[in-house]
């Protein structure tokens, strides 16, 4: 399962909220549907046994309502189940803890069918007063919830309307509402439970895995649920598992987590670009991999800055940077580059960008640099006496440092002197708040397009993270008529136009996306990747050691 | 004796008061802030004004340094920004992970740095005085993630005898203790060794050797004992910063004690956590450097307390 630099660690998913990734490489990572799989086939299962995973980050909490991080949603997705899922191959949302649902043709209102076999691991059925519970905690502000808080904004009632009939009324329509329904962060929560005392320690759930134990900074060790047989229809198994515990050990150091996977610590765990040839080629791990849900790394502007509020200089530094040279040395291969402001894996993504987005060319940036009014000084361009310089914030280490290290000797050579500044992420996050960038590395993994909203909306400036500082009116109705259209046509020409619109302008610099890999000790059988959920343990088995 | 313990506890509240006042100025002139840090980027201006009210961070600052003060005396030092748990709490669960592995890597340097550096004095200018005194140099000047990832690759990977992450079991304590100790040892064998060739020249050793008393006697119950009033100095010291977690090796070994904890609350801007961990880091030094200065009085009866 599941940035850094607080951030992650995980396999995961990360549906509907936008994780900055703040690490390098991201942890919370996107799929791959060709390359991910697995062996979905479990073979001989056998009943028993233990997976160990090597994670990264421990979660803060896993009361779900309270938690951003990546790995909270992923390993609260398994202690607590959701109501909808994503079918891996049609993408389509099914429904894993309802019989049926459907949603009105405005898109406003959403009725669900409930399992009536379905009960939490306190032994209290799951019904529909638990749901409406669960949202009604989800939106009041004593909750602080974070995350769920976000997925809930669009819900203006919940009716219980039977024991197993639910009714969700939305105020708007909202495109992204199946998947929030489908994350760990929506879900269901038993009331007795989740009002005692450190229930954050001590998560009730309705999923196929229960809280065993939880060491603060060791182990995260969950144990079968013995009557879960709820699973979606995409599951080979319906339930319960094999494994009799699913253990989460913490280690927060790379080289100690691949240690541990070699000397069979651990089974499972995230391994960097450098070590995936090697696991790939040694017989005894398999090697899944997860293209990132999101925008693996992209280089943002600040337009408040007077040399970047001219488009030719935002251009020349677009055609300035060599992506397939980064691509190679920061993500040994493996990773693709990036053209448009959009992921492949994204509804509403236009391949068109890939022929009109700026390609490495030098030249034609130190044309646009004197088109732009700058003359070649003695190493860099200049104007009115001035050096054309511009800082760029990064992180201290791991990829985004190396990608800054490049992309400032790439803008060199074209004749743009660039001052790198690495951040530590809280430090980096706030400079970029208080404007104090020229440039800034940045990436983000969310479920859906919608994430433009947040980075390029002109009402957040300031407060949200509109840190570029865009304000063009033309984006802003293009961004919001992508959020408003019930109509999937309608939706994909509104980003259709955005990703020209951006590529024209050249708000950003996008760079690469890319891919996360985990390596699988074969010992665990049937472990497999979610194209956007991330590694799946519902049809998993154990050999013993 | 007594008095003066009541006297140094007296004098002990003044450097906690200025460590507090240290403690949150730091704290508080870290750039970035804890809420954008809890807060998802979702947020709207107005959640972010509302949970910062809720934390109490739109206060003045003296009015913060107040809270937080009072709130240490009655033992209340606030609730983490990061898993809203108390910080008290938090601290408890890590504390016990960061003592055993304290002790254990002391255990090791106690014994082995005073015994390499009694027979590096006593065979001075030897090869056995030049190979400990070379490994030790190494101890200092090594990393300390440079030997634990050689250990756990030697004893975890390769020879599979030994967890090389966790804290399950008393097999997890090796790796760490052994890497911490063997660092520590170095330091005090070069300095027992230093303080042993000194007191090996003087006069009452010479005098012990001239009644017929064996090399052993000498060297542990005579000489020795004169050495260790400097030796058990520097053994405060790396108690003392032992006892606030050590980083490197608790990240190292996924070993789950408070250098850890500092670390997450550092990067998360979890002020009552930065605060909580470095008063209890200020206690711990104050407590042991004056357990430090009545061993003083065991070890050489001339030391008066008053």
């Not at chain 1, 947040?454 to 992508?482: C, M, T, Y």
């Not at chain 2, 003044?14 to 100025?25: A, H, K, Q, R």
């Amino acid at each position: 399962m599941a940035t850094r630099k607080w951030i992650f660690g995980v396999s995961l998913l990360l549906t509907g909220m936008v994780l900055l990734s703040a690490c390098s490489g991201g942890s919370k990572a996107g799929t791959t549907p060709a390359d991910g799989g697995g062996s979905k086939a479990a073979g001989e299962s056998k009943q028993g046994g233990t997976i160990n995973y090597g994670l990264s980050d421990e979660p803060d909490t896993l009361d779900v309502q309270k938690s951003g991080m990546a790995v909270v949603n992923s390993i609260g997705w398994w202690i607590g189940g959701s109501m909808l899922a994503q079918d891996p191959e049609s993408k389509k949302y099914v429904c894993y803890l309802c019989d049926s649902y459907e949603v009105s043709a405005d898109g406003l209102t959403w009725s669900f069918k409930l399992k009536e076999n379905a009960k939490f691991h306190d032994g209290n059925p799951l019904k529909a007063v638990d749901w409406k519970w669960t949202f009604e905690r989800a939106q009041n502000p004593d909750t602080k919830a974070k995350n769920a808080g976000a997925l809930v904004k669009e819900v203006k009632s919940v009716e219980a309307v039977s024991d197993y009939e639910l009714k969700i009324t939305l105020n708007n329509p909202f495109a992204p509402f199946a998947d929030a329904l489908s994350t760990g962060f929506l879900a269901p929560l038993s009331k007795a439970a989740a009002e005692k005392e450190d229930y954050g320690r001590n998560p009730v759930g309705a999923g196929p895995y229960a809280i065993a134990e939880w060491r603060s900074g060791e182990r995260i060790a969950l144990k079968r649920n013995p009557d879960f047989n709820w699973a979606p229809a995409f599951y080979q198994s319906k339930g319960p598992v094999m494994p009799d515990e699913l253990v989460f050990q913490i280690i927060p150091e790379e080289a100690t987590r691949i240690a541990a996977l070699e000397s069979g610590d651990v089974d499972i765990t995230n391994v960097n670009y450098q070590n995936v040839d090697r696991f790939k080629s040694d017989g005894t791990f398999e090697v899944l991999s997860i293209k990132r849900q999101g925008l693996g790394l992209f280089v943002i502007f600040n337009l408040e800055r007077p040399e970047l509020q001219d488009p030719k200089v935002r251009q020349a530094i677009n055609s300035g940077i060599n992506r397939d040279a980064i691509i190679k040395s920061v993500l040994r291969g493996f990773g693709k580059p990036a053209y448009g402001p959009l992921p492949e894996v994204y509804f509403g993504y236009d391949p068109g960008v890939e022929q009109t987005g700026y390609r490495f060319d030098p030249e034609k940036a130190k044309k646009l640099l004197e088109d732009a009014g700058y003359k070649k000084g003695a190493e860099y361009y200049e104007r009115d006496g001035k050096v054309l310089t511009l800082n760029l914030f990064t992180q201290t280490s791991g990829t985004w440092k190396a990608a800054s290290e490049l992309i400032q000797a790439d803008l060199k050579e074209v004749g743009i002197k660039v001052d790198v500044q690495p951040y530590e992420w809280a430090t980096l996050t706030a400079g970029l708040t208080n404007g104090k960038h020229d440039m800034s590395l940045m990436g983000y993994t969310y479920a859906d397009p919608d994430v433009v909203y947040l980075f390029l909306h002109s009402s957040q400036i300031g407060q949200g993270i509109n840190w570029s500082k865009v304000n063009d009116p033309a984006l802003d109705r293009l961004i919001e008529l992508g959020r408003a259209s019930v109509d999937p046509a309608k939706r994909a020409d509104a980003y259709k136009q955005l990703q020209a619109l951006m590529i024209e302008k050249a708000y950003w610099a996008p760079v690469y996306n890319e891919e996360q890999f985990f390596a699988i000790n074969k010992r665990v059988q049937g472990v497999w990747m979610h194209p956007t959920k991330g590694l799946q343990y519902m049809d998993a088995s154990v050999q013993a050691k | 004796m007594l008095t003066y313990v009541i006297k140094r506890l007296v004098a002990a509240v003044p450097t906690l008061l200025g460590v507090t006042l240290v403690i949150f100025s730091m704290v508080h002139l870290t750039p970035g802030d804890p809420v954008q840090v809890m807060l998802d980027v979702h947020a709207s201006a107005d959640q972010v004004a509302r949970l910062r009210a809720e934390l109490g961070l739109d206060r003045p600052l003296p009015e913060q340094y107040a809270r937080f003060l009072f709130g240490a005396l009655r033992g209340d030092l606030g609730n983490s920004l990061k898993s809203g748990r108390p910080v008290g709490a938090e601290m408890a669960e890590r504390l016990p992970a960061t003592l055993l592995l304290a002790l254990a890597g002391m255990g090791i340097a106690i014994p082995l740095g005073i015994f390499l550096g009694v027979v590096a004095a006593a065979r001075r200018d030897t090869w056995v005085d030049s190979v400990t005194m070379v490994i030790a140099m190494m101890g200092v000047s090594l990393p300390s993630f440079w030997i634990g990832i050689l250990l756990i690759y030697v004893f975890g990977v390769q020879l599979n005898l030994l967890p090389v992450a966790g804290a399950s079991s008393w097999k997890h304590l090796i790796l760490p203790a052994v890497t911490l100790g063997t660092l520590a040892s170095s330091v005090l064998a070069r300095m027992t060794r230093s303080g042993m060739l000194e007191v090996l020249n003087s006069d009452y050793v010479r005098t012990a050797r001239a009644k017929g008393l064996s090399g052993k006697v000498v060297l542990y119950k005579h000489a020795l004992k004169n050495t260790l009033i400097p030796v058990v100095t520097i053994i405060g010291v790396q108690i003392g910063s032992l006892l606030g977690g050590t980083f490197i090796i608790e990240q190292l070994y996924a070993w789950p004690g408070v250098g850890r904890l500092a670390v997450g609350a550092i990067q998360a801007r979890d002020y009552p956590m930065m605060q909580g961990i470095g008063l209890y880091v200020a206690f711990a030094y104050v407590a042991v450097n004056l357990v430090v200065d009545l061993i003083y009085g065991l070890l050489d009866p001339r030391i008066r307390y008053s």
